[in-house]
C-alpha cells in the first residue's frame, strides 16, 4: 500500500471563472418553459434578484440568495453585466443548493444557501458578453484574462 498523498486534480473547468458583480434576475421554470423564454415569452413564476456579488463565467454562476430552488430545477434567467446596456434571457440547471456556513454570511445580506447552475441555454451574444465581462472583472481583480 502506497503512503503517498493523493493527487488533487488540476482546475477542471473549461472556462474561468470570476468574482463580482452581476444582474441576476431567475425564475423557476420546467425544460418545456425554455425555448418560449428564449423567445420572449411570459412566465408566471415570481421573478427572484439574488445578492448580486457572485462567482461567474460564460458556463456557470454560483450566487447566494435563500433557498428557493433545489438541485436539478432549471431556473429561467435574465442577466445583464452592470453598467452595459442590454439583457440576455437564458436558461440554467442547478447543480448544487447548500448552506452558507455561518462565518462566511453577510449580516446585511437575507441569503443562507449558496445556489450554483450550469447556464445550459443562453444567446451567442449573451454569452459572448458573458465572457467578455468575465475577462474584465477578472483583470481588474488582477488575474490574467
Do not use: C, M
Given at each position: 500500500m502506497s503512503m503517498e498523498p493523493?493527487?488533487?486534480?488540476?482546475?477542471m473547468r473549461v472556462e474561468p471563472r470570476a468574482y463580482g458583480?452581476?444582474?441576476?434576475?431567475?425564475?423557476?421554470?420546467a425544460e418545456g418553459d425554455v425555448p418560449g423564454w428564449l423567445a420572449g415569452a411570459t412566465?408566471?413564476?415570481p421573478a427572484r434578484r439574488p445578492d448580486p456579488t457572485m462567482n461567474f463565467s460564460a458556463v456557470g454562476i454560483a450566487f447566494d440568495d435563500v433557498p428557493a430552488c433545489a438541485d436539478g430545477d432549471v431556473l429561467l434567467l435574465e442577466l445583464g453585466m452592470p453598467g452595459e446596456a442590454g439583457t440576455w434571457r437564458g436558461a440554467a440547471?442547478?447543480?448544487?443548493?447548500?448552506?452558507?456556513?455561518?462565518?462566511?454570511?453577510?449580516?446585511?445580506?437575507?441569503?443562507?444557501h449558496r445556489v450554483a447552475v450550469h447556464v445550459t441555454a443562453l444567446s451567442a451574444e449573451g454569452e459572448?458578453?458573458?465572457r467578455a465581462y468575465t475577462?474584465?472583472?477578472?483583470?481588474?481583480?488582477?488575474?490574467?484574462g
Open positions: 493523493a493527487r488533487i486534480p488540476l482546475e458583480t452581476l444582474d441576476l434576475l431567475y425564475r423557476a421554470g412566465h408566471a413564476a440547471r442547478v447543480v448544487r443548493v447548500s448552506p452558507i456556513p455561518i462565518d462566511e454570511r453577510d449580516e446585511h445580506v437575507s441569503a443562507t459572448e458578453a458573458l475577462v474584465r472583472v477578472r483583470q481588474a481583480n488582477g488575474r490574467e
